[in-house]
């Protein structure tokens, strides 16, 4: 795989879904922690583009409270 991925030069996209416990969308509109749960996702994306060694992310903690 680590060839395949080497030889690449498409688009990569990764689709993240937010559910609660209740089964509602975390990113609706009118879902009331969107603007929080919007923020954290920001971060977490801008984390990803800077991040050069995946394996040392996955020793991290996320808090959405940060």
Do not use: G
């Amino acid at each position: 795989m680590s060839d395949f991925y080497m030889s690449r030069h498409d688009n990569w996209y990764i689709a993240i879904t937010i559910w609660d416990n209740d089964s509602n969308n975390c990113l609706k509109p009118n879902y009331n922690d969107r603007d929080d749960i919007i923020n954290y996702l920001k971060r977490l994306k801008q984390e990803y583009l800077t991040t050069s060694n995946y394996v040392e992310v996955l020793f991290k903690t996320h808090d959405i409270e940060d």
